[in-house]
């Protein structure tokens, strides 16, 4: 390599970018963003955990008595998944079976995106971070041989700390994607559950309703 190339690949190392440690301070900055959501994710779900079998009772109870007031009432108080999307299609029960599938379809949806809000972040980071931790320590061994270039003398103890200083920042990168990956899984999972649940309590209603539509027609035929 000739001298201008030399000193321009020097200049380049010198930049503040092909140091290190920033990689590692956003890391851990990256990690406390994810900390924050998983403890915020938590406690989001284990406000809204409701006895599903239990109001799928109370609901199935009141609906074969047609008491669509009792019904609602088992549903009404609480801020979950399940029972906010149910209830939102029980109070337009008279427009029909079918408009009130609709309006549980539609509702499901939006409490679904509002139980997933965030975990786009933890997937982010379960899938990223180690390619950061990766960059942050594929900077350090570049730095650690341009350190041996300028002192032979202790080249192996130049170049072990430095790869070894280096490898920090991998380590880093894990330690943030492990915690998003299992968050995310689990958090995920509990989306499923809220969402299947959501579908039996909607199938109780619906059932209902058609039962109740079928012996209108019987009766005026």
């Known amino acids: 390599m000739n001298e201008p190339s030399s000193k321009l690949v020097q200049e380049i190392l010198d930049l503040p970018v092909f140091h290190a440690e920033w990689v590692l301070y956003l890391l851990i900055g990256l990690s406390i963003i994810s900390i924050a959501i998983m403890i915020e994710r938590l406690i989001f779900y284990q406000r809204r955990v409701v006895d599903v079998d239990a109001i799928g009772k109370a609901l199935a109870k009141a609906l074969e008595k047609g008491d669509m007031r009792a019904a609602a009432k088992s549903l009404e108080g609480r801020d979950a998944l399940e029972t906010n999307a149910v209830l939102s299609g029980l109070r337009a029960y008279d427009r029909g079976p079918e408009s009130v599938e609709d309006l549980i379809a539609g509702a499901m949806g939006r409490e679904k995106a509002r139980y997933e809000r965030r ?103």
């Open 119 to 221: 975990l786009q972040f933890l997937a982010t980071m379960a899938s990223n971070a180690p390619y950061i931790g990766l960059f942050g320590t594929v900077l350090g061994i570049i730095r650690a041989f341009r350190d041996l270039s300028t002192n032979i003398a202790e080249a192996s103890s130049t170049v072990m700390a430095g790869i070894a200083e280096a490898l920090v920042a991998t380590a880093v990168g894990l330690l943030v994607a492990i915690p998003a990956v299992i968050a995310y899984n689990w958090f995920k999972g509990r989306v499923k559950t809220a969402t299947t649940d959501c579908e039996m309590l909607g199938r109780i209603l619906l059932s209902n309703l058609k039962a109740a539509d079928a012996g209108v027609a019987a009766e005026e035929s």
